[in-house]
């Protein structure tokens, strides 16, 4: 491309160059020297414009491959957002069921303490009631042993 506008700079210079005719607006220039600059031009034009199309061509194929590049990290960055969220989600989820776990054992604890205190209250009264039973029994036994004795 370089070229062809060095020509059309010398075909510029050429045509301002020329010889005004008096009394018109008309310029007397080398006829053959601009024929032969016209006809490199259109030499070397198809070449020119070949490798600008191959430049336009490699230049879309860049923005395509951009846009394509552009549409996958794009959509690998909403995957990573949703598995980030989902993956939050079940975290949240894992520490909402974590703590409904533990406070479920704990007033399952305290229920088995109140169960066990409560067991444990009856089995002594119970023992209590017994002992306090048999004492009696003792102390009567034995009553009656001093009486008994007595009266030998």
Known sequence: ?????ALLERLEDELESGNNLPFTSKTMINRE???????????RLPDDF??????????NSIIADAQRQAEAILQDAESQFKLMVDQHEITKKAYEQAREIISNAQKNAREIRLGANDYADEVL????????????????????LKKGHHQS
């Open 50 to 59: 070949k490798q600008a199309q191959v430049v336009v061509a490699e230049k």
């Open 33 to 43: 020297q601009c024929l032969e600059l016209i006809k490199e031009i259109r030499i």
């Open 125 to 144: 009264g119970r023992l209590d009631a017994y002992v306090s039973r048999l004492l009696d029994d003792i102390r009567k036994d034995r009553a009656e």
């Open 1 to 5: 491309m370089d070229d062809v506008m």
